[in-house]
Nanobody
Framework: VQLQASGGGMVQTGGSLRLTCAAS??????????MGWFRQAPGKERDFVAA????????IYADSVKGRFTISRDNPKSAVYLQMNSLKPEDTAVYYC??????????????????WGQGTQVTVSS
């Protein structure tokens, strides 16, 4: 599975961005993966942001983004999205999408994510 993340950019505090992650597999194959978003700020570890189960509507979020970010997936389009609202400077990071295959626990632990996108930069200015 190849994952292509896009949609990053530079916004001011309080702004919004929508990230897209497109998977290079059929809709049926895509539906067999749990999908997640992670982020990595300079000099810091890669942190979990949000995940969505194989069935749309079952989601989990890091406390730092709860109420501001929304993860969603469109299985027929083999895509997952991250809508980010009320952005803060501390949200500045490279954002990565990742896929955990069927058979992983829910929510997947980090080492169950077997496929990673290349990352997209999000910069929030104060």
């Amino acid at each position: 599975v190849q994952l292509q993340a896009s949609g990053g950019g530079m916004v001011q505090t309080g702004g919004s961005l929508r990230l897209t992650c497109a998977a290079s597999v059929s809709p049926f194959a895509f539906s067999r993966y749990y999908m997640g978003w992670f982020r990595q700020a300079p000099g810091k570890e890669r942190d979990f942001v949000a995940a969505v189960s194989r069935t749309p509507g079952i989601e989990i979020y890091a406390d730092s983004v709860k109420g501001r970010f929304t993860i969603s997936r469109d299985n027929p389009k083999s895509a997952v999205y991250l809508q980010m609202n009320s952005l803060k400077p501390e949200d500045t990071a490279v954002y990565y999408c990742a896929a955990a295959p069927i058979g992983s626990r829910w929510p997947p632990v980090r080492n169950q994510y077997k496929h990673w996108g290349q990352g997209t930069q999000v910069t929030v200015s104060s």
